[in-house]
Nanobody
Framework: EVQLQASGGGLVQAGGPLRLSCRTS????????IGWFRQVPGKEREGVSC??????YYGDSVKGRFTISRDNAKNTVYLQMDSLKPEDTAVYYC????????????????????WGKGTLVTVSS
């Protein structure tokens, strides 16, 4: 059974850091792209960052502030978020990407087939 478990959300002041973790199980972790997405009420789920075995992708709004990494030994993906802004406030989800296309093209919610429960990130101004 494919499972993803996101954790690490919380309340942080603007400019501060936070690290999210996504622990996975039930599939050959090193073979698949894993992505982080976020959603605020009334908006579509946004692709924040994705990572394959050798490539990474970042959305324009987080480029230069967020860093995605993966630990294949622990089947876990991390999202280090620095210089957080109030507009980063959202529920963050990690997801298993089923497509093997280019990472820039598939870091989209329609290419995700398994989702972890979200973790809320709140950035206060």
């Amino acid at each position: 059974e494919v499972q993803l478990q996101a954790s690490g959300g919380g309340l942080v002041q603007a400019g501060g850091p936070l690290r999210l973790s996504c622990r996975t199980s039930g599939f050959p972790f090193h073979e698949y792209i894993i992505g982080w997405f976020r959603q605020v009420p009334g908006k579509e789920r946004e692709g924040v960052s994705c990572i394959s075995g050798s490539n990474t992708y970042y959305g324009d709004s987080v480029k230069g502030r967020f860093t995605i990494s993966r630990d294949n030994a622990k089947n876990t993906v991390y999202l280090q978020m620095d210089s957080l802004k109030p507009e980063d406030t959202a529920v963050y989800y990690c997801a298993h990407i089923w497509s093997v296309g280019s990472i820039e093209d598939v870091c989209r919610s329609e290419y995700a087939d398994y989702w972890g429960k979200g973790t809320l990130v709140t950035v206060s101004s």
